[in-house]
């Protein structure tokens, strides 16, 4: 069966210091991969996906970027962290039949 | 583009009441809808979608939802709440070819004993 993997669960940064999230893919190969970002009373905000190795769509300008080095991974990065940063970062992965995948999410907080 | 309007950030109801929870669209494509739920510091749980054929929607935990084209919605509803329903709840579209889900605002429902 296919699993998706997000680490790590909460992460605390000062401003200014880099970010490295990662998202792999188990059990499928070719998924359209999502970074989705969660603020406070927001909703989910699409901030990149991926339909292939080093394929990249951004949604939103921002401080952050994406990568996809491999088949089922997808990065998430930042240079230099910002307060507006903060939030709750989701991965996802897309099934055939249109159906989204979520994994267990990523809270940053930016200090 | 695609957009989704949930009406209501916060809805409270009783244990054993009806939930409705409302979800609006705009699509210039024939929409494909869906309804997630989150628990606190939790990723999201599909509980029911919408692609094509009947409009109305079996889900999870006794949810359902129906798709009105002349209206534009979606609303979800479940006949009778449960206090473990309290989570806040996602309406989300996508263009036929699922490229990319965008998500309205949520909706926190607290259920009352």
């Known amino acids: 069966s296919q699993t998706i993997h997000q680490w790590p669960a909460t992460l605390v940064q000062p401003v200014g210091s880099p970010l490295s999230l990662e998202c792999t893919v188990e059990g499928t190969s070719n998924p359209n991969l999502y970074w989705y970002r969660q603020a406070a009373g927001r909703g989910l905000q699409l901030l990149f996906y991926s339909v292939g190795i080093g394929q990249i769509s951004s949604e939103v300008p921002q401080n952050l970027s994406a990568s996809r080095p491999q088949d089922r991974q997808f990065i998430l990065s930042s240079k230099k962290l910002l307060l507006s940063d903060s939030g709750f970062y989701l991965c996802?992965?897309?099934?055939?039949?249109?159906?989204?995948?979520f994994g267990s999410g990523t809270r940053l907080t930016v200090v | 583009a695609q957009s989704v309007t949930q009406l209501g950030s916060h809805v409270s109801v009783s244990e054993g009441a009806l939930v409705l929870l409302r979800c609006n669209y705009s699509?210039?494509?024939?929409?494909?809808l869906f309804w997630y739920v989150q628990y606190p510091n939790q990723g999201l749980q599909l509980l029911l979608k919408?692609?094509?054929?009947?409009?109305l929607v079996k889900g999870i935990n006794g949810f359902e939802a129906e798709f009105k084209k002349s209206e534009t919605s979606f609303h979800l509803t479940k006949p009778s709440a449960h206090m473990s329903d309290a989570a806040e709840y996602f309406c989300?579209?996508?263009?036929?070819?699922?490229?990319?889900?965008?998500f309205g605002a949520g909706t926190i429902l607290r259920v009352k004993s």
């Open positions: 989300a579209v996508s263009d036929p070819w699922g490229n990319k889900l965008v």
């Open positions: 919408y692609t094509t054929g009947a409009t």
């Open positions: 699509s210039s494509v024939p929409p494909y």
């Open positions: 996802a992965w897309r099934k055939a039949d249109y159906g989204y995948t």
